[in-house]
C-alpha cells in the first residue's frame, strides 16, 4: 500500500513512520511518500526515517517529493498534517490575539479562527485534489482544527475523510489507569464533543461503568492530568472529565494572563526549538535520530505548561510523555485496509448521532471501524452546559467555513465575534484587521 503524508517535512512524521515499522502484517504499508513545500525539511526527516530503518527488514521505502500531484496519485491512504504559514504563522495567531486580551491558541478561540481562515482554502484544493488523483485513497486528517479542517475536506470526499486527535485517546488511557484497569482497550470510552471541545461521560468495562467510582474519591481524581487541571470539586460538578483543552474555556481568564506572562508563547518556542534541529541535522554527520529522540522529549515535557502551571498541576507524568496519534492512525488505516474491527474516538460527519446538530456536521464521538470506514455509535444526548458550547463553537465553525469559501471579511468578523471566547465585536474587528496585517494568507478577505 502506498502512504502519502502530507506535511512529511513536519516534525511529527517520524512518529508515524516509527509505527509503520512494527507492522508485520500481510496488507501493511509497503512505500511512503513524504510532500512538502521545503525541500530542508522533507530532507532533515528523511533522514531521521533512514536511521530509524536501519537493520528493519522490509521497511517500507520512502521517498520525498515537492509535487502535490505527484504524491497524491495512486495513494491508497493520505495522512494530512499540513501547517499553512508554518510555525511563525501560529506565533503571530496568539501575539496578535494575547494583545487584545484574548486567547491565541491554535485550535481555540482566536487564535484557531485565524488558523483555520487559513488552512480551509488549503485543504479544500487538497480535498478537490484527492478526488481526482487518488478518488479510492481514505484520508486521514490530523491538520488543525481538526475538526473544523476534516468537515471542510468532507464536502468534497464525503465519509472518506476522517479526522484523528491524540487527547480523547490520551485522556481515556489516563482514567482506566487511574481506575486500575489492566488493559485500556477493554474499556469503552463513553466520549462526545467536537474536536478539543469534548467530554468523557462514562468508562464502562465489562459492561459496568466505573466512573462514578473515579468522581467519588477526592485521591483518585487528584492523581491525573485532568483532575489536576480542573480540580476535583469541578469535575464532580460536571459529572463528567473534559478533554484538556476544555481548561481554555472553564479556566479562561487565569490561562490567558498566564500566556501573558510567559518568556513566550508556545508558538515562538516551537519554531525556535525547531529552528535548531532541522540546523542541525543538516550536517551530514549528525545523528539525526538521536537529535530529533531529544528535541521531542523537551516538546512533550512542556506540552500546555501555561495551563498547568496557572492550575497548580506541576510537572506532566511521565506516562504521558509518549504521544499517541500515530498508533490512532495505524488502527485506523488497518481497521480500513485489513477489516480488521475496531474502535476508535474519531471526527466523523454526524448523521444522527447528535440530535442538536446537522447531519453533516463533524463531531468527534467513538467510532466502529471496517472495510467501509468510520460508523459514529449511538450516543445519549450532551447535557445543556455541554450542548451550549458544542453548538456555540459549531456555529463558529460553520461561519469560518462560509469566510473561506466567500472571502467576506465581514463573515469573518462575526466568526470571531460570535465565539465564546472573544468578549466583543470592536475586538472581533481588530482581530480581523491584525490578522490579515501579518498573514498574507489571509489576502483573499475583503
Request: net charge negative.
Amino acid at each position: 500500500m502506498k502512504l502519502t503524508i502530507l506535511g512529511g517535512g513536519g516534525f511529527r512524521v517520524p512518529l508515524v513512520y516509527g509505527a509503520l515499522l512494527t507492522d508485520r502484517a500481510e496488507g501493511r504499508v509497503t512505500r511512503v511518500v513524504l510532500h512538502d513545500l521545503d525541500a530542508g525539511r522533507l530532507s532533515a526527516v528523511t533522514r531521521v526515517l533512514a536511521e530509524q530503518a536501519a537493520g528493519v527488514p522490509d521497511a517500507p521505502e520512502v521517498t520525498a517529493t515537492t509535487d502535490l500531484d505527484e504524491a497524491l496519485r495512486g495513494a491508497d491512504f493520505v495522512f494530512s498534517a499540513i501547517r499553512v504559514g508554518g510555525l511563525q504563522g501560529r506565533a503571530h495567531d496568539e501575539r496578535v490575539a494575547l494583545a487584545e486580551g484574548v486567547l491565541g491558541q491554535e485550535t481555540v478561540g482566536a487564535g484557531g479562527i485565524a488558523y483555520g481562515l487559513r488552512t480551509v482554502p488549503v485543504a479544500v484544493d487538497i480535498a478537490r485534489r484527492v478526488a481526482r488523483l487518488a478518488p479510492g485513497a481514505w484520508v486521514i486528517n490530523f491538520t488543525n482544527p481538526a475538526g473544523l479542517v476534516t468537515e471542510a475536506m468532507s464536502r468534497h470526499l464525503g465519509d472518506r475523510v476522517i479526522g484523528i486527535c491524540d487527547s480523547p485517546v490520551g485522556l481515556g488511557r489516563r482514567i482506566a489507569r487511574v481506575l486500575g484497569v489492566r488493559d485500556p482497550g477493554e474499556a469503552f470510552v463513553d466520549y462526545v464533543g467536537l474536536n478539543h471541545l469534548g467530554w468523557v461521560r462514562g468508562l464502562r468495562v465489562a459492561g459496568r461503568d466505573e466512573l462514578p467510582r473515579l468522581l467519588a474519591d477526592p485521591g483518585l481524581l487528584g492523581s491525573f492530568e485532568e483532575g489536576k487541571l480542573f480540580g476535583a470539586d469541578w469535575l464532580r460538578s460536571l459529572g463528567a472529565v473534559p478533554n484538556e483543552y476544555l481548561h481554555y474555556y472553564y479556566f479562561n481568564r487565569e490561562t490567558v494572563r498566564a500566556y501573558q506572562e510567559a518568556e513566550q508563547t508556545r508558538g515562538a518556542f516551537l519554531h525556535d526549538q525547531q529552528a535548531r534541529f532541522y540546523a542541525a541535522v543538516r550536517d551530514p554527520d549528525a545523528p539525526a535520530l538521536s537529535l530529533w529522540n531529544d528535541t521531542r522529549a523537551e516538546r512533550e515535557a512542556t506540552y500546555m505548561a501555561e495551563n498547568r502551571e496557572s492550575a497548580g498541576a506541576g510537572e506532566r507524568d511521565e506516562d504521558d510523555l509518549s504521544g499517541g496519534y500515530e498508533k490512532v492512525a495505524l488502527a485506523l488505516m488497518r481497521a480500513i485496509a485489513r477489516d480488521e474491527r475496531t474502535t476508535l474516538i474519531l471526527n466523523v460527519r454526524n448523521r444522527h448521532t447528535l440530535d442538536v446538530l446537522d447531519t453533516d456536521a463533524v463531531i468527534e464521538v467513538p467510532c466502529l471501524v471496517d472495510a467501509g470506514g468510520a460508523h459514529p455509535v449511538t450516543v445519549d444526548p450532551l447535557p445543556g452546559h455541554a450542548t451550549g458550547l458544542v453548538c456555540a463553537v459549531k456555529a463558529v465553525e460553520r461561519e469560518v467555513l462560509a469566510a473561506a469559501g466567500s472571502g467576506s471579511r465581514a463573515t469573518a468578523v462575526k466568526a470571531f465575534a460570535l465565539h465564546p471566547l472573544v468578549d466583543s465585536v470592536t475586538v472581533a474587528r481588530r482581530l480581523v484587521d491584525g490578522y490579515c496585517q501579518v498573514h498574507p494568507g489571509l489576502a483573499y478577505l475583503r
